[in-house]
């Protein structure tokens, strides 16, 4: 893309012999007669240059200076003036100018200038998207899946990412929704730019606002400078908005605008920024009930779910649970310095047996937990929690063939019930039973008062 330089200057002939000259050399060049044309041009369009004279009516170069700064701290700006005076140059230079130029000037300087200039932003911007590349790729290896259902996402996933389109992220707390968003943006065409991530359910009302939608110094007590929002630093990029089920209506409404017009407005301010993100949005809670309750806006939903992706629960995928705990084991062997090559058959038997409640976060801090325990070079079942191990060792000394199965059916019902908070039909569902035979089990086996 050619890069956009805006000329502010109230003599005319010098903006057209500017114009003349830049779009010569590539460059797309646009015009302000005056400051306060310049200010409204700057928070319409983003520039990655600004050339502006000193001296103006209401609102002169230093006016102009200070809000292409306010937008964005890199933007170069190069200030013109035909009083060249050191005072002039120094104060210039103090409020954060660029270069100082004198006229009348040479078209060679000039040229020379703002070659340099933007060159300077290149580089500094693609080290900042080197690095954020780097980290988002080591993000991309953790994603580790091997059952049929993931490959499915994932085979979805490639269809959409390369698109601007939407996506919702449903699953249990700890499928690896958070995971999938940056997988998502470190594979897409915005991998250079920013991904943001926060919280909705994790920042309270008031503070939730100011931190997605940013504000306005005076805005209310403490606002002391200008403060972007997480929805402006993602422009570009993605923005996962994690737990959006547990967004307040009056943000929903606010940030339903923003997808609507590509416009956000900070807290106290009139003025608006555009704005283009990608919007990863993630829910472990049924959106379509809150919907019918009035806890969600519809229109926000079908905005956010253009793209619907269900991660399943890790009890659901079995196949998953050797080789992410295989991957865990690396992971964690390599960071904590220990040198722990393998799972014993019993200890990976215990890990495929239990129900996982806390799906793939509870396999992680399982793993972790016993490469920091474990040693020698092997995890044992000693290294395990009880809550794991224990159905295993109950039937490792069961007498019989009758009570092993027992043993089994009474630590399925009872951790699949857990892992369900205690829903009964979710769990005759999951298990795959109908309602009356789990009652007369759960009966059978002194679960609850059933």
């Known amino acids: 893309m050619q890069p956009k330089i805006l000329v502010v200057d109230d003599e005319p002939d010098i903006c057209k012999a500017l114009v003349f000259l830049l779009k010569r050399e590539g460059y797309d060049v646009q015009t302000a007669s005056g400051g306060e044309e310049a200010i409204a041009l700057l928070d319409r369009t983003r520039f990655d240059l600004v050339m502006t004279d000193l001296k103006m009516g209401k609102v002169d170069g230093f006016g102009v200076l200070r809000h292409a700064r306010e937008i964005s701290g890199d933007l170069p700006v190069i200030m013109m003036t035909a009083f060249g005076t050191i005072e002039s140059a120094v104060e210039a230079m103090k409020h954060g100018a660029s270069e100082y130029i004198v006229k009348p000037f040479l078209n060679e300087e000039i040229k020379l200038t703002v070659r340099r ?51 919702l992220l449903l699953g249990e707390s700890g499928t690896g929704k958070g995971l999938i968003a940056e997988m998502i943006h470190c594979n897409s065409p915005r991998r250079g730019l920013p991904f943001i991530s926060i919280n909705c359910s994790a920042i309270p009302e008031g503070l939730l606002e100011s931190e997605l939608f940013g504000y306005k110094k005076g805005a209310f007590t403490g606002a002391v400078a200008d403060k972007p929002g997480m929805i402006t630093l993602a422009h570009q990029g993605t923005l996962f908005l994690d737990e959006i089920g547990d967004m307040p209506i009056p943000l929903q409404a606010k940030l339903l605008k923003v997808l609507e017009t590509g416009e956000v407005f900070p807290l106290g301010d009139t003025r608006s920024r555009q704005v283009d993100v990608r919007i990863v949005s993630a829910t472990n809670c049924d959106l379509e009930s809150r919907i019918k309750s009035g806890q969600f806006r519809e229109d926000l939903f079908w905005r956010l779910n253009v793209i619907e992706i269900k991660i399943p629960p890790l009890r659901e995928r079995p196949e998953d649970i050797e080789m992410m705990a295989r991957h865990f084991l690396r992971k964690y062997s390599g960071e904590h310095g220990k040198n722990v090559v393998s799972i014993d058959g019993d200890s990976l038997a215990a890990l495929m047996e239990y129900q996982w409640p806390g799906n793939v976060r509870e396999l992680k801090n399982v793993i972790e937990r016993a490469v920091v325990l474990t040693e020698g070079d092997t995890i044992m079942l000693a290294d395990l929690p009880e809550k794991i191990v224990g159905t295993r060792r109950s ?35 999951v298990l795959g039973i109908d309602l009356a035979t789990l009652y007369r089990k759960l009966k059978k086996h002194g679960i609850e008062d059933a």
């Open 117 to 167: 200039l933007l060159e300077q932003r290149k580089i500094v911007r693609e080290n900042i998207a080197l690095r954020q590349q780097i980290s988002q790729r080591i993000a991309c290896r953790e994603f580790v899946a091997n059952a049929d259902s993931m490959i499915r996402i994932v085979e979805t996933l490639e269809k959409v990412i390369p698109t601007k389109s939407n996506i």
């Open 395 to 429: 039937i490792q000394t069961c007498s019989s063939l009758r009570v092993c199965l027992g043993n089994y059916e009474h630590h399925l019902l009872q951790s699949t019930l857990r892992a369900r908070n205690y829903n009964k039909e979710e769990t005759a569902q």
